[in-house]
């Protein structure tokens, strides 16, 4: 069993910053890419960010790129994503995930096995 807890989460104003960071434990693990997702009230969870473990490969979502950076930390099984021009629209809770399982070709956006309880961030206009 994989366990991910975040942090990071809360309320700034648009144009704010904020930091979410992501830790990873369990006795086995192993990650070929990590995600952050989101999901505002009334809408489905949408795919955010992904790196991959190896090789730190990211990818992003069209309405987050150039603002939003994740990165991650091998040494302590912990993602980020830094999130920058916070906008009011980003307010959602967001999840991460792992995917723990490697690939010939990796899709950013499906295959992860383990996710987080989320981090509520809300931002005001």
């Known amino acids: 069993q994989v366990q991910l807890v975040e942090s990071g989460g809360g309320l700034v104003q648009a144009g704010g910053s904020l930091r979410l960071s992501c830790a990873a434990s369990g006795r086995t693990f192993v990650s070929y890419a990590m995600g952050w997702f989101r999901q505002a009230p009334g809408k489905e969870r949408e795919f955010v960010a992904a790196i991959r473990w190896s090789g730190g490969n990211t990818y992003y979502a069209d309405s987050v790129k150039g603002r939003f950076t994740i990165s991650r930390d091998n040494a302590k099984n912990t993602v980020y994503l830094q999130m920058n021009s916070l906008k009011p629209e980003d307010t959602a809770v967001y999840y991460c995930?792992?995917?723990?399982?490697?690939?010939?070709?990796?899709?950013?956006?499906?295959?992860?096995?383990?996710w987080g309880q989320g981090t509520q961030v809300t931002v005001s206009s």
């Open positions: 995930a792992v995917r723990t399982k490697s690939t010939v070709v990796w899709v950013p956006t499906l295959g992860y096995d383990y």
